[in-house]
């Protein structure tokens, strides 16, 4: 006599069979698993204009200690985000105003470059 317990097969048996998206009958075998390329940049476009916070890492790992510099990149970054985040506004207007001035040359470059094409 067979029980209906003896004919199922115990989970831990059972194959996972993932689904697979369903194919376009339209598409070539392989469509969509090309890469694209990547853009070629132009040197002598202008470079995007730098915000506070990083005219202040800029300036911080300048300034770091030698003992500090024997701390990771994660670390010693965790260290400056740390720093710039407990900062009143009044001491990050230096670097407000240095992102100001660099965005103003970024417009201006830009708009020379832009010109030249």
Known sequence: II???????????KSKVRKQPPKSSGDPPGAGTKKKRKKTKDPDAPKNPLSAYLFFV???RSE??????????????????KTWRSMSKDEKQPY???????KT???????????RQ
């Open 3 to 13: 029980t209906p317990a003896a004919t199922q097969i115990p989970k831990a048996t």
């Open 58 to 60: 800029v300036k911080q």
């Open 64 to 81: 770091m200690s030698p003992s500090d510099s024997e701390l990771d990149f994660r670390n010693m970054a965790k260290k400056i985000g």
């Open 96 to 102: 407000v105003k240095l992102a100001e001035y660099d």
């Open 105 to 115: 040359r970024y417009e201006r470059e830009k708009k020379l470059y832009k010109e």
